[in-house]
Nanobody
C-alpha cells in the first residue's frame, strides 16, 4: 500500500521557520511531480508548491513565494518544504501529494485533481 508520510510540523512564532518532509512508502516517486497543499480551518484546500521529478521546475502560490522553498532528494525518496518568515495566516494542515504520472509536469500542477496520492497531513501553527 502506497503511503505518503509528512513530518516536521509544529508550533512556531511568527517570523520563525519550519521544514516539512514527505517520505513515501510502498513505492518510489523519484520520477513523479510532487506537491504541497494546505488547508486552514473553515477553508478549502489550497496549493502551496510543486516540484518536477528532476527538481528543475518549481512553482509556488503567490502567498508563499519568496518565503517557502520546495526541494527533493530522490536518493532519499524525500520531498521537503522549507518555510521561512512564517505568518499566522500560514497556520494550516499541510499535505504532501504525488502525481501518478511519470516524468510529466502538468500545467495544472496547482490543482489537487492532478495528484493521485496524498498524505495524512501535518499541522503547522504559527502564533502571533
Amino acid at each position: 500500500q502506497v503511503q505518503l508520510v509528512e513530518s516536521g510540523g509544529g508550533l512556531v512564532q511568527a517570523g520563525g521557520s519550519l521544514r516539512l518532509s514527505c517520505t513515501p512508502s510502498g513505492r518510489t516517486f523519484s520520477t513523479n511531480t510532487m506537491g504541497w497543499f494546505r488547508q486552514a480551518p473553515g477553508k478549502e484546500r489550497e496549493f502551496v508548491a510543486a516540484i518536477s521529478w528532476g527538481g528543475r521546475s518549481t512553482d509556488y502560490a503567490d502567498s508563499v513565494k519568496g518565503r517557502f522553498t520546495i526541494s527533493r532528494d530522490n536518493a532519499k525518496n524525500t520531498v521537503y518544504l522549507q518555510m521561512n518568515a512564517l505568518k499566522p495566516e500560514d497556520t494550516a494542515i499541510y499535505y504532501c501529494a504525488a502525481d501518478s504520472r511519470s516524468k510529466y509536469y502538468s500545467s495544472s500542477y496547482y490543482r489537487s485533481e492532478s495528484y493521485a496520492y496524498w498524505g495524512q497531513g501535518t499541522q503547522v501553527t504559527v502564533s502571533s
